[in-house]
């Protein structure tokens, strides 16, 4: 049951995977969530994460914004990356992750989904079949305050690193192979 909750694997932010790894895996398009995954809720892009674009696109990896937030932040974001996106997705309904996949011109299978909540990008991942990996959502050191649900997904996480399945299903798409040890943050 919880089950469909769970991704294919856990990372500590979208910097400890590396993305030609994917590639030589066989996948070929990125689908990426923005807020708490790439930035803090609401920030403009980092030069980091700019650079992370540059070397995604680089291995030969398309990539595409999925957000259910609206076009003025998108285009905020964007600035300095060059990438497809889709706004006010109404994400997990799977009609947007499907007409990612359209516009990117890959098949489910060639993609991988990475977003920070399992309620909503991870299950809707997971109900069109698209690989997913959860990054733990990011936190400014002054919030001490966290949501109702993100203890119900400590609770999920609880059982998903006991199961090695499931939080092994992409293999080695590690920077470094410790950053496995996410797993255990919380
Ligand atoms: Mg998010």
Partial sequence: ML??????????????????????????????????TLVHH???????????????????LKTLLLTNNDE???????????????????KPKPASYMKAIEMLGVSKEETVFIGDQM???????????????LVHFIQLPEEKHIGKKRYIEKF??????????????????YIKKEVENALEQR
Avoid: M
């Avoid at 089950?3 to 070929?28: E, H, M, Q, T, W």
């Avoid at 499931?166 to 798409?173: A, E, F, P, T, V």
């Fill in 42 to 60: 609401g920030d403009n892009s980092t030069p980091e994460v700019d650079e992370l674009f540059r070397k995604i696109h680089n291995t030969g």
């Fill in 72 to 90: 003025e932040r998108v285009l905020r974001f964007i600035k300095n990356i060059d990438t497809q996106y889709i706004c006010d997705a109404d």
């Fill in 156 to 173: 999920i996480l609880w059982f998903y690193r006991r199961n090695k399945k499931y939080r092994s299903q992409l293999g080695d798409i």
């Fill in 119 to 133: 309620f909503i990008d991870i299950i809707g991942a997971n109900r069109c079949g698209i690989p997913s990996i």
């Fill in 3 to 36: 089950r469909r909750f769970y991704p294919c694997a856990y990372v500590r932010s979208v910097f400890s995977i590396d993305y030609a790894k994917l590639y030589n895996k066989g996948f070929r398009a990125v689908i990426f969530d923005i807020d708490n």
